[in-house]
């Protein structure tokens, strides 16, 4: 079982609707969860993190975090065709370097 | 601020030949690290260095992989001899404080190897 899981998609949603990427994790001591999103060619840059469980907010970005079910997501409204990227989920133990999934290809179609 | 400078961008060498990565990380950040990624995968951490340590090498292959990160700085990423399999995008990040997830990536170092 790969410690951190997602979907590799393709995810493809219409321009403005709401994407909505999954993660699951496998360590239970995992104590911070990020999401990063990765242009074609481009390396990745951190968009959110969360810490609790519940819901966090940021302009178009929801992260949710459900530390029973080790379940994390990520939602983007309103999404635009600039959304389009890889968005990989990475968790860290607090001990190691972030662990990343191998991401989820999101296509958002004008 | 300037952000994470790898080099070369780009790299092509046959099997068994040497190569060289090299990385500076954002000013003042005191943890590097070198992540392997492979198409269509999510990076690998391969070494992390707090200051001028190496903390956590674990998944980097000693016998053929070696890094430093002389001074607490800059570091260089070193596979000899190269195989097939090493075909990979190299990157390397940076962050202020260790045991944290934001972490400030360069453009990499794409690796063909023939």
């Known amino acids: 079982q790969k410690e951190v899981e997602q979907n590799s998609g393709p995810l493809s949603v219409p321009e403005g609707a709401i994407a909505s990427l999954n993660c699951t994790y496998s360590?239970?001591?995992?104590?911070?969860f990020f999401w990063y999103r990765q242009y074609s060619g481009k390396s990745p840059e951190l968009i959110m993190s969360?810490?609790?469980?519940g819901d966090k907010e940021d302009g178009r970005f929801t992260a949710q975090l459900n530390k029973a079910s080790q379940y994390v997501s990520l939602l983007i409204r309103d999404s635009q065709p600039s959304d389009s990227a890889t968005y990989l989920c990475?968790?860290?133990?607090?001990?190691?370097?972030?662990?990343f999934g191998s991401g989820t290809r999101l296509q958002v179609q004008p | 601020e300037a952000g994470v400078v790898q080099s070369p961008r780009y790299k092509i060498i046959e099997k068994k030949q040497p190569v060289a990565f090299w990385c500076n990380p954002i000013s003042g950040h005191n943890t590097l690290y070198w992540y392997l990624q492979n198409l269509g995968q999510g990076p690998e951490l391969l070494i992390r260095y707090e200051n001028e340590e190496a903390v956590d090498d674990s998944q980097l292959p000693k016998d053929r992989f070696s890094a430093e990160r002389l001074k607490g700085v800059d570091s260089t990423l070193k596979i000899q001899p190269a195989e097939l399999g090493d075909s990979a995008v190299y990157l390397c990040?940076?962050?202020?404080?260790?045991?944290?997830?934001?972490?400030?990536f360069g453009e990499g170092s794409r690796l063909t190897v023939l």
């Open positions: 969360i810490y609790s469980n």
């Open positions: 360590d239970r001591v995992s104590q911070s």
């Open positions: 990040a940076s962050s202020l404080v260790q045991d944290t997830g934001e972490l400030f």
């Open positions: 990475a968790v860290s133990t607090g001990r190691r370097a972030l662990t």
